[in-house]
C-alpha cells in the first residue's frame, strides 16, 4: 500500500505562483509513476502532469511552460511548480501513484486563483 498527502493549496491572484506537494509513504519502492490531476467545479478530473521513476515528464497541454513537475527521491516527494497562475487552474489536485497493480491517490488540496 501507498499512502500520499498533498499540502501546499490556498489561495493566488491570477498571475502569482504557488507550489504544492506530495508526501508519499508505505510501499513507495513500488511506485512506477506519479501524477497530480485537477478537478474543477462541476468538470470531470483531469491529468495535468506526469513524472515516471526514470523522469518521463508529461504535461497537459493547457499548463505547459507554466507548470513544473518534479520529485525528490530521498524526501519520498512529488512537487508541483505552478507559475502564471489562471482563474481556470482553479481546482482541487490530487496526487496519484501508481504501479502495476494499484492506482493510488492523495485526498486532495483546493487551488483557488483569483482574478
Known amino acids: 500500500q501507498v499512502q500520499l498527502v498533498e499540502s501546499g493549496g490556498g489561495l493566488v491572484q491570477a498571475g502569482g505562483s504557488l507550489r504544492i506537494s506530495c508526501v508519499a509513504s508505505?510501499?513507495?519502492?513500488?511506485?512506477?509513476?506519479m501524477g497530480w490531476y485537477r478537478q474543477a467545479p462541476g468538470k470531470q478530473r483531469q491529468l495535468v502532469a506526469s513524472?515516471?521513476?526514470?523522469?518521463?515528464?508529461d504535461y497537459a497541454d493547457s499548463v505547459k511552460g507554466r507548470f513544473t513537475i518534479s520529485r525528490d527521491t530521498a524526501k519520498n516527494t512529488m512537487y508541483l511548480q505552478m507559475n502564471n497562475v489562471k482563474p481556470e487552474d482553479t481546482g482541487v489536485y490530487y496526487c496519484?501513484?501508481?504501479?502495476?497493480?494499484?492506482?493510488?491517490w492523495g485526498q486532495g488540496t483546493q487551488v483557488t486563483v483569483s482574478s
Open positions: 496519484t501513484a501508481y504501479n502495476r497493480r494499484n492506482d493510488y
Open positions: 508505505g510501499s513507495t519502492f513500488s511506485i512506477d509513476g
Open positions: 513524472i515516471t521513476t526514470t523522469d518521463i515528464i
